[in-house]
């Protein structure tokens, strides 16, 4: 089979194509050729048997896609966007990225199908930002959508999209909410989110990190292992169970601040608390008060998604996965 | 004010434009003048005093948007729409009127806003096409939109692009989840819905009808009166307490096709319902199955929005305004 993924020189994407280079397989399907494309040349990873053609191309050029779809992937997995800070600030690129370019794939999927039979597996990556305060305690598989910035307008937007497009038989699509992904590797970004993942990534590397917010904070939370579980599950099951709902909260752990702390101080010990720096700021707790925080992912659960159960967990994968099994 | 309708030639923007220029004012403030427009070109209405500009233009053209934008209309009432049989038989066609079309006009309004301040009402009218089955027994506020038609999912995606241009302050918008109105006016048309009208409206003027679906079929339903009302009250209240979700499931009536009928023989006597013909039809049957028939629309009712409670009172106001207040 042949994969391909959009926007796989983001931080998923490029662990994606590590994983399935190692695998080489995906749902105990043999993969013979890789497509990897982003704004940015991604990397080719290491390892693999089959063919890889990893190449930099806008996706917000209709040309573009129509590259993309010519090529007739078995499954696709869309995880190209600008990222909400940069839709919110750039009103017409947001638009542009994170709505026209999904029109114009599955647009161009279509277009190849009709002139022969393609219906490739789409895997589309959303986001909780779909969600606007206020909130019930726990979100249900059926809560509706008001994003309150315009890229989760945008991800709702191509969430209807991909089922409008699965429902007339052009893809078989399935959207995929993600939780915060935490603990993201790499160096600590701006996000007002980049805090929950700094605050245990840094002391576990003996760095500082700065706690924006109370310890009482909660939110809702994967880590890059279940992300990688979801996206593999989400390539390889049988999706015609699901119907036309196609978009899935995905399961995750609900913990707050404080919990993340206690698993830091269980895992490595209380000496690398003294690297917590406490600094308050009201418009990072601002925001934060708008995200969801606790879900009920009983149709994810159902058809067999996973996510941590604890942050020691999280922890210590994290450990195993980019510190080579150990503390500095 | 200046008022402008965006669909006047269907049987709401028609009725609209003529209340209008009847009562010459829209919650209070005088209507000085009036924009017209359609597809095809609408008729003026009677005994308006203010100015009145009716033309035919293609909405889909986003030269049209700007113009229409131009005219710094302080209410628009944007009704135009492909409908659902029609969107679903022609793809292109349904996504380019009833999504890019909308989504050009709020551009067109933005771009104006730009030139000098301006930031209309903007009165969009969305359906509840905008849901698919299963459904709970009564559907609350926060229930998710799973269209099952590409006409609800340009429906849905469109209240999206209206609550994120209203957060941004580019228009004042509001959504309205129009039940199916009943009884609605004119000649029997092939919706898979206007048998709900047809059974009333055709015996009530010594006509034969045909029903094609048990009397046991529940369905959600507001008179054209009360259409009238949303409409004015959407375009006249504030809004700034509805907050980001803009977008209110109207409030409506829950009634069988028995209710329809026991109110029928109630107003017209037991001889009209000789005129009902019981042709089952199943498919009509399986598509009105997929419907949703029961709201708790408890956010429109705390706005001020207010249905009919009793299929008689639709009966009634359909004899007072359609048939001159008399039964042939």
């Not at 696709?76 to 029109?103: M, P």
Request: charged share 25%; net charge neutral.
């Amino acid at each position: 089979m042949h994969v391909m993924i959009i926007g796989a020189a983001g931080m998923l994407g490029r662990k994606l194509a590590e994983r399935l280079a190692v695998t080489g397989a995906l749902g105990g399907r043999h993969i013979a050729g890789m497509t990897l494309t982003d704004i940015f040349e991604p990397a080719v990873p290491a390892g693999f048997r089959g063919q890889v053609d990893a190449f930099a191309a806008d996706f917000a050029d209709p040309q573009v896609s129509r590259t993309l779809a010519a090529r007739r992937a078995d499954v696709i997995y869309h995880l190209a966007a600008v990222v909400s800070g940069e839709a919110e600030q750039d009103f017409d690129k947001g638009y542009r990225v994170n709505l026209d370019a999904t029109r114009f794939l599955l647009d161009a999927i279509r277009a190849v199908g009709r002139e022969a039979p393609y219906r490739p597996r789409l895997v589309f990556t959303s986001s909780l930002a779909v969600f606007g305060a206020p909130f019930p305690e726990r979100i249900g598989d059926s809560y509706f959508c008001t994003p309150q910035t315009s890229y989760g307008t945008q991800k709702a937007m191509c969430e209807l999209l991909l089922e409008d497009y699965t429902r007339r038989g052009i893809v078989d699509g399935i959207g995929l909410r993600l939780p915060t992904i935490c603990i993201r590797p790499g160096a600590p970004n701006k996000a007002a989110s980049g805090f929950f993942s700094n605050i245990l990534r840094e002391p576990l590397a003996g760095r500082e990190a700065i706690l924006p917010v109370g310890e009482d904070v909660r939110h809702w939370f994967a880590g890059p292992r279940s992300a990688m579980g979801f996206l593999e599950h989400a390539g390889s099951i049988d999706l015609a169970p699901l119907g036309h709902r196609r978009v899935l909260n995905m399961p995750g752990l609900s913990a707050t601040v404080g919990d993340e702390l206690a698993a830091l101080r269980e895992v490595a010990g209380p000496q690398v608390m003294r690297l917590i720096r406490r600094e308050p700021d009201p418009l990072i707790s601002r925001i934060v008060a708008g995200w969801p925080s606790d879900f009920l992912p009983r149709r994810a659960l159902d058809f067999g998604f996973r996510a941590e159960t604890s942050f020691r967990e999280i922890i210590e994968a994290h450990i195993a996965d980019e510190l080579g099994g150990t503390l500095p």
